[in-house]
């Protein structure tokens, strides 16, 4: 359940991040590979933190975070970030859709989505700006206390208190063994949908793509599964929104997202996001790339519809 | 604290027991499906049909309120038809009545 809940939830994601801060410091410490990650990742939240003037670079960085969140590669990302850094601000926008290998076919169809929706998302960033450099100030004042009071007991005399030891085990086991902290990391942090009422009957689920994407799930898939969730009609429109009959708030589509990561994303056995889905004669099933379980999933039905248009409506398309 | 290598167990406890209380087999599915305005239908599918389910929905409509119907639908059975948005209402009843189990219920929608 933990796992589900956290998909949405910033407060667990603080929480992750502070862990892997203090990792940064052991990494330091132990001088292994790690840290090499480690340091291109805060180079890239700086970036987010520099004022509007390195926008677009930002902008893609941020967007290639969401394409590797998914995957606990960390050491894949190091040197495309280190990439972007480099490129100059166009080339950067250019470089979203390639490194991912997970969406392989659509990754084409994505790029020029991204391109387009470029100017909407530039505005919304800002927004997160704010957001973030307020979270990051919080989290490394968070982060002073906790690495003060966890270093105090070392030099002197006085008893070790529970949390000092918790958190000094903890450094202890991410030195030792890397890979666990990798794993531990791979967070799957996704952008709440956007939903926007268009006029007083459809609804317009504005980043659809992009959170296809992110769960490196086809389009299609998602869409029936939301379409018959909800009991509505919709499509996906030119800008690669999707336009749903019917009103909905975002909570309510985030909660079928989520009950869609539940069933088609994490893996059940796992719980790890990493997964493919796959047809196997008429039936999806649920491929763990992490532990390589394989189960099948439900298939989509609508179910019982109930009548809800006009009933003259109906007899007279039958007829 | 018992050793549990010495109580009898009996591994067929489950599916006797099973097989003559439980009536309701399969998911019940319970969705919910807007009109127009604010105005929504709970339909509640895949209850047993040894359940007489006109006599269910006469107790739904009297306990939540609503109004609420019995449809025959040739492919799904009979379906139940609330109006408004009892999916709470229904879950609870059904589970509180015994006619389902927590996990026989399925709810869809937002």
Request: net charge neutral.
């Amino acid at each position: 359940m933990t796992e589900e809940d956290s998909i949405f939830d910033p407060q667990l994601k603080k929480k992750k991040k502070k862990k892997k801060n203090f990792d940064l410091d052991a990494a330091l410490a132990d001088g292994n590979s790690n840290d090499g990650t480690e340091r291109s990742e805060t180079a890239t939240d700086k970036e987010n933190l520099e004022p509007p003037q390195n926008d677009v670079d930002g902008d893609a960085d941020e967007n290639l975070d969401l394409d590797s969140f998914g995957k606990k590669k960390k050491k894949k990302k190091k040197p495309l970030n280190l990439e972007e850094l480099e490129a100059t601000l166009p080339e950067g926008t250019n470089k979203i859709g390639a490194p991912t290998e997970g969406g392989d076919e659509e990754i084409e169809d994505f790029d020029l989505d991204m391109d387009f929706s470029m100017t909407k998302k530039k505005k919304k960033k800002k927004k997160d700006l704010d957001e973030l450099v307020a979270e990051e100030e919080k989290e490394r004042a968070d982060e002073k206390d906790l690495e003060n009071e966890s270093q105090k007991w070392v030099g002197s005399d006085r008893d070790y208190t529970y949390d000092e030891l918790l958190t000094r085990v903890f450094g202890i086991m991410r030195d030792k063994n890397p890979e666990m902290v990798a794993g531990k990391k791979a967070k799957f942090v996704m952008r709440p949908p956007q939903v926007v009422r268009i006029g007083t009957k459809k609804t317009s689920f504005a980043n659809f793509t992009e959170i296809c994407k992110t769960l490196h799930r086809a389009q299609k898939h998602l869409l029936d599964f939301l379409l018959s969730e909800l009991g509505t009609s919709g499509s996906v429109d030119g800008n690669s929104q999707l336009i749903i009959k019917g009103r909905f708030q975002q909570k309510q589509i985030e909660n079928v997202l989520r009950r869609y990561i539940k069933e088609y994303v994490t893996c059940h056995t796992c719980r790890s996001p990493d997964t493919i889905l796959q047809k196997d004669t008429r039936l999806f099933f649920l491929q763990c790339e992490t532990c390589g379980s394989r189960c099948s999933v439900a298939s989509i039905k609508s179910g019982f519809q109930a009548v809800t248009g006009k009933r003259a409506a109906i007899r007279a398309k039958t007829a | 604290m018992s050793i549990q290598n010495l109580n009898t167990f009996d591994p067929f406890a489950d599916a006797i027991k099973g097989s003559d209380d439980d009536v309701q087999d399969g998911l019940v599915h319970i969705r919910i499906q807007q009109r127009n305005g604010r105005k929504t239908l709970t339909t509640v599918q895949g209850l047993s049909s040894d359940y007489d389910l006109k006599k269910i929905v006469r107790a739904c409509k009297k306990e939540f309120a609503c109004n609420g119907t019995v449809i025959d639908h040739q492919e799904y059975g009979e379906v139940l038809q609330l109006q408004g948005d009892q999916r709470e209402n229904i879950c609870q009843w059904l589970t509180k009545t015994g006619l389902a189990k927590p996990d026989q219920l399925k709810v869809h929608g937002f």
